[in-house]
């Protein structure tokens, strides 16, 4: 059913999420705060089912609206969660393929959301720096949302080497797209585990009805065969 897809989608993260919480010293909520650079549309459905079906408060920040690469519309009806995209500079790279934000507010975001938890959906931003610093400075639990792997990287030594395995060694645990993520963790200091491999999760439900759609409709169908 259409609910327990849902469900399977998301148990890898909602089991990550619990594992990294203390055990509760009063009746508040722990509250979690994810920050990624975009709120890309086939997230939005992941993000609403953490909201609905987790026992904690939810906030995802943004560094940008859109990237130059990605130019898409984040569909705002849709989305159930608090959210906010932080005020920044941005930039794309064209020849490496590197998006650049320089952004303002996290912090103050931070110290008045007052996140337990803290996800990053990366480390190659200044604002997924910060966020490490806030966890270690306030002793919050801080999660790297990892999707890289060795066969994508380009810089294991130098300063950029040690400034990845600087941040990986800091994160309390890991939650990756798949194996090859986690080997890469592991190359560069993240302790098996604490390593939860999962998938790179999309809308199956909308998927499958828009590949009915383009199967029934036998002159597309005919033209591609062409």
């Known amino acids: 059913s259409s609910d327990l897809q849902t469900e399977m989608r ?6 990550t999420l619990r594992s990294s919480q203390n055990p509760p010293i009063n009746m508040n909520k722990t509250k979690v705060m994810l920050i990624t650079n975009i709120i890309s549309p086939y ?3 992941l993000f609403n089912t953490i909201l609905e079906i987790g026992n904690f408060d939810f906030k995802v920040i943004a560094l940008a609206e859109k990237e130059t690469n990605r130019d898409w519309r984040i569909a705002k009806e849709e989305i159930k969660f608090n959210f906010k995209i932080l005020p920044g500079f941005h930039k794309f790279i064209w020849s490496k393929e590197i998006p650049i934000h ?3 507010g996290l912090w103050h975001e931070l110290r008045c959301f007052a996140p337990d938890i803290v996800i990053t959906s990366g480390y190659d931003t200044m604002a997924y720096w910060e966020a490490g610093f806030y966890c270690k400075f306030f002793r919050k639990k801080y999660i790297l949302w990892h999707g890289t792997t060795l066969l994508s990287m380009k810089k294991f030594n130098g300063l950029i080497g040690w400034m990845k395995r600087f941040i990986i060694k800091k994160a309390n645990c890991y939650i990756t797209y798949g194996w090859k ?3 890469c963790l592991e190359y560069f200091g993240a302790p098996q585990r604490r390593i939860h491999i999962g998938i790179n999760t999309v809308d199956m439900d909308w998927f499958r009805k828009r590949v009915k759609e383009i199967r029934s409709n036998r002159t597309f169908m005919e033209d591609r065969l062409k």
Not at 10 to 15: A, D
């Open 43 to 45: 997230r939005i459905p």
């Open 102 to 104: 320089i952004n303002w």
């Open 10 to 15: 998301n148990e890898m993260v909602l089991h």
């Open 181 to 183: 993520a986690a080997e």
